[in-house]
């Protein structure tokens, strides 16, 4: 199915004038009396408690902060504490709106959004369902530290579990959500649809359009917020968010059941600052933040300014915008305005905001102006407002009090050998994440390219040894694409996204014919928005779907830092092994393109826990390897070299196979067994390393052991040891720069391994220390045959009569490094 929205310059170059609609400003001002009638009773004094709680909770942190005690109870927390004294009115507000199909994401400052959040919950489920949460949660362990001296019914019960809980975690006992491996600024609980706070401001700009995306893709109920600062906006992430959550395909292509404006509300807590900048009058220009709906789609994201000092407004307005959210008209655009009492963090000075401005804000206090309009209006008593404060103080007293203490709330023993890989990678199999029949639209055996496939041999040598052209033969992207093809039509889940992966196939055509068989919803072109592409895939990964998203260039990953780094990497940990990832990042790593396009960055992604990385170099391993990682729940980082993307299979002489089939990963394969200099590379370089192990067969009479490591990490290291044992050396070549190379890592640590077998230092051949020059020079920049020739000669063991072209002597090494080079 090819799209077919054309796009005439009649209309596009007709002369007009672009109108923007009036934005609304903090228009809520309906009198309590007459408010109060839509709630049910006991609501709105329920909520003066929770703000009551939220504001207890906060200043308990900011005494023991500042003070090193609370209440005469001395405590020190070592860890941040960014609090939100004064904005407890607009988290209170939202989760008044919510229910537990929605999904929330914050920021570092989102206590009182998960406090809410779970306190909300707690009167939402029915008392079984809130048991089974609490009896499930990790085995009851949290339940078991404040059943004994519950008192009252189950959501009494509750509340002292989520209030407790929530502590804990802050506090980074293993009792708390997720075993205190996330703490303060990473707390969440997704049993009540609370899900990730992101410490990297904007993080959840992009994250929460993954999670929107998810609901819309799979059909599922609920809206999701994006809870992030008005500073945030500054950030690329968020930039890109609000882009692909408004791209016209989900209303434009996406077909039914699936179309429709995703479900997000993008809610700028609005408090003025990013922690001393000022983002009105200081650091950006748009002076009320609302105005930037008006530039992202026509509908201006139904953008308004909400006073969120004001809890009954932010009702009125996740009211309507829900609304709008369920006719498909999303996404939405909330500045709900608040201001933030307490500092940035125990650090801040205040030397940015004058005590006038504070008094001015603190005199407008939600809460106390909340229970005023209570009272007034006859809703409540001022004994029912004393005795709120009152039990606010009991419930955060008691949860303190369990929390600090260490017979109650332990730490997780970290230090312990088998608690990091229990956490790192939740290494499972599962094949659909969801039950539903996977929506394609042919047969498989219908796909065009499946067919054409069909028609091609599978092993890409003939009889003489000679390699067959890949027309005839089936190569390594194709290869590539049967797993992936072959995975939508098993998991009603897994979803493709990246640039160009529709009609264009990806920018290198692995993709081509898919487009055929998966509808719009489940592949699709994202925005140029490489940040949003792998942000998205992450809250896709962790709402519960299965993503494989493509950046084009290995170089471009730069602009998806912190989605790899920090967010694919890490969740799984910070989370105790709550969330699982499954998502694969495909990255096709470069040539031809020059400085920009051409460079192998490998080494980052080892580099960085909690990544899977791995470099198929042969037909046969890509498409095995990409069964493993499509069934997988971790998060796989699978580098592709476009130099062999028409690479036959010609190491397996059974071919590719048609079916199904696993390679695992961190297994190095052997290529070629030998005796004298084991040669290992990483990717397209195993290619030229078996040209160089020719020449030196054939010219120098050196028999060639020859492992293509395929894998990263993990990384089995025992075949190579064992080959070390017997050859006595290694050389490891790949295509990545040198310097830093992850190569490196591997002699580091094969010369701790197997130090005395070594006949010779472990020798690292890789691109040279500079940037990658034109295709017609490239063949200076990449390891070529002869310089892995040379460099066994010159590093291994001296090779009667060869005249070397290049110079791997030590005075060299020294010579360039001493450059820089
Ligand atoms: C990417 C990134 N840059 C900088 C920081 C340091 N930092 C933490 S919070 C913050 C201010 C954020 O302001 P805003 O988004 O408005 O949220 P607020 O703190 O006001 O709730 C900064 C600069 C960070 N955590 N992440
Ligand atoms: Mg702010």
């Given at each position: 199915m090819v799209k077919s929205i054309t796009l005439s310059p009649k209309d596009v170059r007709a002369k007009g004038t672009l109108k923007?609609?009036?934005?609304?400003?903090?228009?809520?001002?309906?009198?309590?009396?007459?408010?109060?009638?839509?709630?049910?009773?006991?609501?709105?004094?329920?909520?003066?408690?929770?703000?009551?709680?939220?504001?207890?909770?906060?200043?308990?942190?900011?005494?023991?902060?500042?003070?090193?005690?609370?209440?005469?109870?001395?405590?020190?927390?070592?860890?941040?504490?960014?609090?939100?004294?004064?904005?407890?009115?607009?988290s209170v507000g939202q989760a008044y709106t919510l229910t537990t199909e929605d999904y929330s994401?914050?920021?570092?400052?989102?206590?009182?959004?998960?406090?809410?959040?779970?306190?909300?919950?707690?009167?939402?489920?029915?008392e079984k369902k809130l048991m089974d949460v609490m009896k499930n949660y990790f085995g009851g362990v949290t339940l078991s530290k404040v059943e004994k001296d519950a008192k009252g019914d189950t959501r009494d019960l509750a509340d002292d579990f989520f209030i407790y809980g929530t502590l804990a975690e802050i506090f980074a006992r293993e009792t708390g959500w997720h075993k205190g491996l996330g703490g303060s600024m990473h707390a969440f609980f997704p049993p009540f649809g609370i899900y990730p706070n992101n410490a990297i401001v904007g993080g959840s700009g992009d994250i929460t359009v993954g999670a929107a995306l998810y609901k819309r893709i799979n059909a599922k109920p609920g809206i999701v917020i994006a809870n992030i600062g008005d500073a945030s906006l500054g950030c690329g992430p968020v930039w890109e968010g609000l882009m692909m959550a408004a791209m016209d395909q989900c209303r434009t292509l996406w077909p039914k059941g699936h179309n429709g404006g995703l479900p997000i509300v993008f809610n700028f807590v609005n408090n003025l600052y990013g922690m001393g900048g000022q983002p009105v009058g200081e650091t950006m220009g748009l002076q009320v933040l609302a105005r930037l709906g008006a530039g992202v789609n026509p509908e201006q994201m139904h953008s308004e300014r909400v006073d969120g000092m004001k809890p009954l407004a932010v009702i009125d307005a996740y009211t309507r915008k829900r609304k709008i959210i369920e006719e498909g008209r999303g996404p939405v655009l909330l500045d709900t305005l608040t201001y933030r009492f307490s500092g940035h963090s125990p650090s801040d000075s205040m030397s940015y905001r004058t005590k006038e401005e504070l008094?001015?804000?603190?005199?407008?206090?939600?809460?106390?102006?909340?229970?005023?309009?209570?009272?007034?209006?006859?809703?409540?008593?001022?004994?029912?407002?004393?005795?709120?404060i009152a039990k606010a103080k009991e419930l955060v007293m008691k949860a303190f009090r369990k929390a600090i203490d260490?017979?109650?709330?332990?730490?997780?023993?970290?230090?312990?050998?088998?608690?990091i890989e229990k956490v790192m990678f939740s290494n499972k199999t599962k094949l659909a994440l969801d039950d539903r029949k996977p929506e394609v639209l042919m047969p498989l055996a219908d796909n065009p390219q499946m067919k054409r496939l069909?028609?091609?041999?599978?092993?890409?040598?003939?009889e003489s040894g000679k390699k067959v052209s890949g027309m005839k033969t089936i190569v390594l992207k194709e290869a590539i694409f049967e797993a992936v093809i072959d995975r939508f039509y098993e998991d009603p889940t897994l979803a493709a996204w990246g640039e160009d992966n529709r009609d264009w196939g990806g920018a290198f055509a692995v993709y081509r014919g898919l487009t055929e068989s998966i509808p719009y919803h489940r592949l699709f072109n994202s925005p140029i928005s490489e940040g949003a592409i792998v942000g998205t895939g992450v809250g896709y990964a962790l709402s519960g779907g299965r993503a494989i998203v493509e950046i084009m260039y290995c170089d471009f990953i730069g602009r998806c830092g912190d989605e790899v780094f920090n967010q694919m990497a890490k969740w799984q940990s910070m989370s105790a092994g709550v969330l699982e990832m499954p998502l694969i990042l495909r990255i096709s790593v470069g040539a031809k393109y020059g400085a920009q396009h051409s460079q192998d960055w490998s080494a980052m992604f080892a580099h960085v826990p909690g990544l899977k990385v791995i470099f198929p170099a042969t037909p046969y391993d890509a498409k095995g390897m990409m069964y493993t990682a499509l069934k997988g729940t971790d998060p796989v980082v699978f580098l592709e070299s476009q130099r062999i993307y028409d690479m036959p299979e010609i190491f397996v002489k059974e071919g590719v196979p048609t079916g199904?089939?696993?390679v695992p990963f961190g297994e190095p394969a052997l290529r070629k067994a030998g005796r004298d200099i084991t040669i290992a590379t990483l990717g397209a370089t195993l290619y030229r390393a078996m040209d160089a192990a020719k020449i030196l067969e054939e010219k120098y009479g050196l028999s060639v052991e020859l492992w293509d490591l395929r894998s990263l990490n993990p990384l089995n290291y025992d075949p190579i040891i064992e080959s070390v044992k017997k050859t006595g050396n290694l050389l490891l070549a790949s295509d990545a720069c040198e310097r830093g190379s992850f190569l490196h890592d591997i002699a580091s640590t094969v010369t701790s391994?197997?130090?005395?077998?070594?006949?010779a230092p472990v020798c690292v051949v890789g691109s040279k220390n500079w940037i990658t020059p034109a295709a017609e020079q490239e063949d200076s920049f990449f390891p070529q045959d002869f310089w892995i020739v040379d460099a066994?000669?010159?590093?291994?063991?001296?090779?009667?009569?060869?005249?070397?072209?290049?110079?791997?002597?030590n005075g060299e090494l020294v010579r360039i490094n001493a450059k820089g080079v």
């Open positions: 923007f609609q009036d934005i609304p400003l903090n228009q809520y001002s309906t009198p309590m009396k007459k408010a109060a009638k839509d709630f049910p009773k006991g609501d709105l004094l329920r909520m003066h408690r929770d703000m009551c709680i939220l504001r207890e909770f906060e200043t308990m942190i900011d005494r023991i902060k500042k003070e090193g005690k609370y209440e005469g109870i001395e405590y020190n927390h070592r860890g941040p504490a960014h609090l939100s004294i004064g904005q407890e009115s607009l994401f914050g920021s570092h400052r989102s206590h009182s959004e998960i406090l809410s959040r779970g306190l909300r919950s707690i009167r939402q489920l029915d008094d001015e804000w603190m005199a407008e206090d939600a809460i106390p102006a909340f229970a005023k309009e209570l009272v007034e209006a006859g809703v409540a008593s001022q004994s029912d407002v004393d005795a709120n260490p017979a109650v709330s332990p730490y997780l023993d970290t230090a312990g050998t088998d608690c069909a028609g091609k041999t599978r092993f890409g040598l003939d199904r089939y696993e391994l197997a130090f005395d077998h070594l006949d066994v000669h010159q590093r291994i063991r001296p090779l009667p009569g060869h005249q070397p072209r290049m110079n791997f002597s």
